[in-house]
T-cell receptor, first 113, second 112 residues
Framework: GDSVTQMEGPVTLSEEAFLTINCTYT??????LFWYVQYPGEGLQLLLK?????DKGSNKGFEATYRKETTSFHLEKGSVQVSDSAVYFC????????????FGTGTLLAVQP | DAGITQSPRHKVTETGTPVTLRCHQT?????MYWYRQDPGHGLRLIHY???????DKGEVSDGYSVSRSKTEDFLLTLESATSSQTSVYFC???????????FGQGTRLTVV
């Protein structure tokens, strides 16, 4: 079945460092891909999405490009801030009619001042 | 923020007791979901609904049942709670035209 694999955390960075969180997926066909973010004590919020190959999703300085040839959707940010500290989840949406999401295990990002 | 309210937000219950979690939406979205979040597993789908009285099982449905008698409410019931059901439970909603899902704030359930 479909699955998502993302890099283990925690990832600890200094403020203004470059961030990459790797995400790869296994799916038959062409799923939509997402990054969700979870701040402490809160629910998940959509950070960005891409619905077809070569699409680039971007939001709040974060970017990810849907790479069909490498089945990847890596999250990047050029300069992280302390306020970016959170858990990041990569997910894909199944291609059926019900938008079910399949999540990776999450990556904890800790940004130090 | 999408209008999704989960209740209760926190609950401690004893093994063997029944528990019902409620998800209420004000967005009139057709699809509703229950996920559980556990360390090392991310979020896993328990059950979902694609319309009033239309529900189906997800990846980890054993020990759970759901009901949806009206568009805005989706109930998750643990018939006889076990310690393995200690988790954080999230409700989510989405519409057929938009792949994006909106999540509630979560319910932290502890089974002792």
């Amino acid at each position: 079945g479909d699955s998502v694999t993302q890099m283990e955390g925690p990832v600890t960075l200094s403020e203004e460092a470059f961030l990459t969180i790797n995400c790869t997926y296994t799916a038959t066909g062409y799923p939509s891909l997402f990054w969700y973010v979870q701040y402490p004590g809160e629910g998940l919020q959509l950070l960005l999405k891409a619905t077809k190959a070569d699409d680039k999703g971007s939001n709040k300085g974060f970017e990810a490009t849907y790479r069909k040839e490498t089945t990847s959707f890596h999250l990047e940010k050029g300069s992280v801030q302390v306020s970016d500290s959170a858990v990041y989840f990569c997910a894909l949406s199944d291609q059926g009619a019900t938008n079910k999401l399949i999540f990776g295990t999450g990556t904890l990002l800790a940004v130090q001042p | 923020d999408a209008g999704i309210t989960q209740s209760p937000r926190h609950k401690v219950t004893e093994t063997g007791t029944p528990v019902t979690l409620r998800c209420h939406q004000t967005e009139n979205h057709r699809y509703m979901y229950w996920y559980r979040q556990d360390p090392g597993h991310g979020l896993r789908l328990i059950h979902y609904s694609y319309g009033v009285k239309d529900t189906d099982k997800g990846e980890v449905s054993d020990g759970y049942s759901v009901s949806r008698s009206k568009t805005e409410d989706f109930l998750l019931t643990l018939e006889s709670a076990t310690s393995s059901q200690t988790s954080v439970y999230f409700c989510a909603i989405s519409d057929p035209e938009d792949r994006e899902a909106f999540f509630g704030q979560g319910t932290r359930l502890t089974v002792v």
